[in-house]
Nanobody
């Protein structure tokens, strides 16, 4: 059974940094695609960053250069380092995993490949 548990959310001033963590169990890091998504109040869920089984990454334009996705296959952890945070980054952040052997770019544009989701962690950025 796949389980994803996020942590590391909180409140931070504009320009600050946070690192989100996602503990994954029941997955094989070498054969899954992982991603980070967010959903702001009143808005649709947005794909932010993905990492595939070859450790290739892909980012949506709004976070490119500010956010970095990474994974620790030994400890089954997924991370999202977020720098230069802005008030518009305020949202609930989710990690997700998919068992399909697809590339990072495909996963970023086709969220349907992600079958497993964490419960989310709140990130609030104040001006």
């Amino acid at each position: 059974q796949v389980q994803l548990v996020e942590s590391g959310g909180g409140s931070v001033q504009s320009g600050g940094s946070l690192r989100l963590s996602c503990a994954a169990s029941g997955v094989s890091p070498g054969s899954y695609i992982f991603g980070w998504f967010r959903q702001a109040l009143g808005k649709e869920r947005e794909a932010l960053a993905t990492i595939d089984s070859d450790a290739m990454t892909s980012y949506t334009d709004s976070v490119k250069g500010r956010f970095t996705i990474s994974q620790d296959n030994v400890n089954n952890m997924l991370y999202l380092q977020m720098n230069g945070l802005k008030p518009e980054d305020t949202a609930i952040y989710y990690c997700a995993a998919g068992a399909d052997a697809v590339g990072a770019w495909y996963g970023l544009t086709q969220p349907s490949v992600f079958h497993y989701w964490g419960q989310g962690t709140q990130v609030t950025v104040f001006a």
